[in-house]
């Protein structure tokens, strides 16, 4: 079943600017991750933060987690047109068969 | 290290028809996951093995829907017959045993069109 919820579930902006989409998930978890999707490189992990975890970064992302309100954003700085696809939260909780847990994505186009 | 593999990228079939699909995951994983992704919608896991025994198969649709991975590496996945709304990307992934992390590394995914 799905947990994770995100939003927008679309998101238009300009080459440079900021993106920003989150994610509200319902159970508890040990981590939460982001993927990304693209036709031409199909679905890709991106970051994982921990539950004991607030704030990580890679590269121009950044992503945030809060588990008393149990959501998370991923922040992308500085857009690019290659940045254009599709992002998901996926949570984890060991103790649930070690799988993941999915929304339906947000959809990101970085217009040039 | 190379990565998951899949066949065939793409396949078209009639209804009533049967199709499998092949996935090697990436050496010395031992779980491995298909997923069922519907265009618009996030991955929905169909089956997931730990070594070749099954974890969790709960939305298998185990009327139409068939999985193995004998020898606990490559894995098949079958649909016998096909029905229309079985028009999807099925995607295979594979992780780590013993790992608390549950990262999970995909396959290009197959494209499957049902007519």
């Known amino acids: 079943s799905q947990q994770g919820e995100e939003d927008p579930q679309a998101l238009s902006i300009q080459e440079g600017e900021n993106a920003t989409m989150n994610c509200s998930y319902k159970t508890s978890i040990n981590n939460l991750q982001w993927y990304r999707q693209n036709s031409g490189r199909g679905l890709v992990h991106l970051i994982l933060?921990?539950?004991n975890e607030r704030e990580k970064h890679s590269g121009r992302l950044r992503v945030t987690l809060d588990t008393s309100k149990k959501s998370s954003s991923l922040l992308i700085t500085a857009s690019r047109a290659a940045d254009t696809a599709s992002y998901f939260c996926a949570t984890y909780n060991a103790g649930n068969n070690r799988k993941l847990i999915w929304g339906l994505g947000t959809s990101l186009a970085v217009n040039p | 290290e190379a990565g998951v593999a899949q066949s065939p990228r793409y396949k078209i079939i009639e209804k009533r028809q049967s199709v499998a699909f092949w996935c090697n995951p990436i050496s010395g994983h031992a779980t491995l996951y298909w997923y069922q992704q519907i265009l618009g919608q996030g991955p929905k896991l169909l089956i997931q093995?730990?070594?070749?025994?099954?974890?969790?198969d709960s939305q298998l649709p185990k009327d139409r829907f068939s999985a193995e991975r004998l020898k606990g590496v490559d894995s098949t996945l079958k649909i016998q017959p096909a029905k229309l709304e079985d028009s999807a990307v099925y995607l295979c992934?594979?992780?780590?045993?013993?790992?608390?992390?549950?990262?999970?590394?995909f396959g290009p995914g197959t494209r499957l069109l049902v007519l």
């Open positions: 093995f730990q070594n070749n025994g099954v974890v969790d």
């Open positions: 992934a594979s992780s780590l045993a013993g790992t608390r992390e549950g990262t999970q590394y």
């Open positions: 933060i921990r539950s």
